[in-house]
């Protein structure tokens, strides 16, 4: 009998060499893809799985999913290098996840996610040359060298980092909720908020209290579950009794989703920002997806799983190679504009890198910034001014 991962894939191959066919056209630049077997859904209405898309939409998503492709590769070269310190975990294979639900999604949007967090980040407010600063631990990274791999941050946008600690991103993502509904007048459509953790995560009991509370108080929370199959380095099928993740909220409805298709993701997560961000509640999602990586750098990522099983899907079920295929089946790129393309992002990594390298550490004083607010704007430090409470009414202002 075929493990779950085995027949996703099989499917997942079907789907994406058969079924990616030119349904309709409504401009030159402008299909209709049949994303096949796609979803698998809980107490929820299945998306439809044809899926509009344009030329600049695809060439906006292997743009940017080919650039965290980069991004994550040169930050392997340079832990390896030694460049990169302390921990250090990678997304590459995973791009189609963050990027269908940024493409689904508004900076209104709430995210806060797990220590595999540098695509995210990418997407909500970083540059590359940030990110590779961060990780050098200089000042001009995403949290001024302060952070490092697993605590990227951007408030402007809505991105609330990483988390180092397993799973307890969730009942912040519960609170980012909370604030949502709390900060927007009755009757209209509340941003949501997106806890992204992954599957060696799911069982947390913070999870299901975080759900418990969510539920009971209508939050529109996104309980996103990124299953990669293998947690640090054990399947789903040994670390949990139940790995039909989107299920496990009960009473919660929940979708699963090809997390391996960038088009899959985008109508799927569309489909569930509208069931929350109407007063329905929480859900549950999970996103079928692999990591070519280790868990960690410090994995090599082959005691667990072969090699052949991760070229096996790296040959089958690529997100970027899926894009690019679209691309040139419908004529929206050719085959020396893809290089084009490939080459161009390898050159602005390159000159990010070099740049990040550049920079250097904060001085020591900053160790003892940004404990507080800034005040107006200004650099002296304040205290919280009003703690909040479930009626804005009761809510204690100093």
Not at 106 to 117: A, F, L, P
Request: net charge negative; proline share 3%; with cysteine.
């Amino acid at each position: 009998m075929l493990s779950r991962l085995s027949r996703s894939t099989v499917a997942v191959v079907k789907n994406q060499t058969i079924k990616n066919s030119f349904v309709r056209s409504f401009s030159s630049n402008e299909i209709t893809v049949d994303v096949g077997d796609a979803y698998t859904t809980h107490l929820f209405e299945s998306p439809s799985t044809q899926v509009t898309t344009s030329k600049e939409e695809l060439m906006d998503f292997f743009r940017t999913m080919y650039t965290m492709r980069r991004m994550e590769i040169t930050c392997d070269t340079e832990y390896k290098a030694r460049n990169i310190r302390g921990f250090c975990h990678l997304y590459d294979g995973q791009e189609a996840v963050a990027m269908g639900i940024e493409a689904a999604c508004t900076h209104e949007d709430s995210w806060i996610t797990s220590y595999r967090c540098h695509c995210v980040a990418l997407l909500r407010g970083s540059s590359v040359e940030n990110v590779f600063s961060e990780l050098f631990g200089f000042s001009n990274g995403t949290a001024k060298g302060k952070g490092g791999s697993m605590h990227f941050y951007c408030k402007e946008h809505n991105f609330y980092g990483g988390q180092g600690i397993v799973g307890a991103q969730v009942p912040v993502g519960a609170g980012l909720a909370f604030a949502n509904k709390y900060m927007t007048p009755e009757g209209e459509k509340m941003p949501i908020a997106i806890a992204g953790y992954g599957d060696g995560a799911a069982n947390q009991g913070q999870i299901w209290e975080a759900a418990n509370m969510s539920s009971l108080y209508g939050l529109p929370m996104v309980f996103l579950c990124e299953n990669n199959h293998y947690g640090m380095g054990t399947s789903t099928q040994r670390s949990s009794s139940n790995d039909d993740y989107y299920t496990m909220g009960n009473h919660i409805p929940g979708i699963r989703m090809n997390g391996m298709n960038v088009l899959a993701v985008k109508q799927g997560f569309a489909a569930v920002k509208e069931h929350c961000s109407t007063g329905n509640g929480p859900m549950y999602v999970e996103v079928d997806t692999y990591r070519y990586h280790g868990h960690s750098m410090s994995d090599p990522g082959t005691t667990y799983r072969t090699r052949e099983e991760v070229g096996g899907v790296r040959g089958t079920r690529d997100p970027i190679d899926y894009v690019k295929k679209l691309l040139l089946d419908h004529d929206f790129a050719s085959t020396a504009e893809i290089k084009a393309i490939e080459k161009d992002v390898r050159g602005e990594v390159a000159t990010a890198l070099s740049k990040a390298k550049a920079d250097a550490p904060l001085p020591a004083e900053w160790l003892t910034k940004q404990v507080f607010c800034a005040e107006n704007g200004t650099s002296k430090d304040y205290a919280q001014p009003f703690v909040r409470m479930p009626d804005i009414q009761k809510s204690v202002y100093n």
